[in-house]
């Protein structure tokens, strides 16, 4: 995973921000580098690895969904949505550059995600035309209002209200988990498998995808703000709906740990020959500190 996660970081480096006028470009590697667990984008490695896809097609998709994540982090942290200041152990964009300037950086961000998976130079070659169509399809549906937008809608709309399991599931499914489990399908795509081996990673996805925002609402109640690199006890003060707040803490310890056990069993059911990269990946979203 240290080779993937190099990769990552010298691609980003290369393609963020670059020739972007004014402040713009500063603003944009500013959200991007120097930061982050870089989950998404090694999921997408890990699974093309996993299915024999081709590596430089899933190097721009892994890019690509880090800068949807980025701008989403941009643009929830605006004063008109969580209003927060402090991100990745450091003053969030509209802090550093304000609120246009994040606004323009997390909107140039966006249009960068699909330009690097459907480039209009000489990668070209490194991406047929039917591969950037899926992946694009797959970027779009993640990110918009079947996805992680809709999610967020949902969120905030339920500040304050008491939401069942599975209204509080179906949240974060959309809001946390559909860019996790596109970044698994993203990277299939790079590859050419069976459809029960998809449906089998899919699973995967999504059960990674919930018990990441399971373990990140444990965090939050548990980590301090130097740890987590963003405010603690957010959701509390905010008074929105958690895993914690609906099951307990321990409760809400278990159902991550159950989540866990359900990934790796989808993965035994993949047919695929080699996937250490993508359990060491599950392992990693329930161990983590921050």
């Not at 321990?250 to 993965?267: I, S, V, W």
Request: charged share 20%; glycine share 10%.
């Amino acid at each position: 995973m240290l080779r993937h996660l190099t990769d990552v970081e010298q691609a980003l480096s290369r393609w963020v921000g670059v020739d972007a006028p004014a402040q713009l470009g500063e603003a944009m590697r500013y959200a991007v580098l120097d930061g982050g667990k870089r989950l998404r984008p090694l999921l997408v490695l890990a699974a093309c690895e996993a299915v024999g896809g081709l590596h430089a097609a899933a190097l721009r998709a892994a890019c690509a969904v880090e800068l949807i994540h980025a701008y989403s982090l941009v643009h929830d942290d605006m004063p008109c949505m969580d209003n927060d200041v402090l991100r990745r152990g450091k003053p969030t964009v509209h802090v550093q550059f304000g609120e246009a300037g994040a606004l323009l950086a997390g909107d140039a961000l966006q249009a960068l995600a699909f330009e690097l998976i459907a480039p209009a130079d000489d990668a070209q070659a490194e991406l047929p035309a039917a591969m950037q169509a899926q992946l694009c399809s797959l970027l779009a549906r993640a990110a918009g209002a079947r996805g992680m937008a809709g999610g967020q809608a949902i969120d905030l709309a339920s500040v304050g209200l008491q939401l069942s399991e599975d209204q509080l599931r179906q949240m974060h499914r959309l809001k946390t988990g559909a860019l996790l489990q596109g970044s698994v399908l993203m990277g299939a795509a790079c590859g050419d498998i069976g459809a029960a081996t998809r449906a089998a990673l899919a699973e995967y996805g999504a059960a990674l995808g919930l018990a990441f925002q399971v373990v990140d609402d444990i965090l939050d109640v548990v980590a301090d703000s130097a740890t987590l690199g963003k405010t603690a006890g957010k959701d509390a003060a905010n008074d929105k709906p958690t895993y914690v707040s609906l099951m307990g803490l321990e409760g809400a310890r278990a159902y991550a740990d159950l989540l866990a056990a359900q990934a790796h069993a989808a993965l035994a059911r993949t047919g695929l020959a080699d996937t250490r990269a993508l359990s060491a990946l599950a392992d990693q979203v329930i161990r983590r500190s921050h």
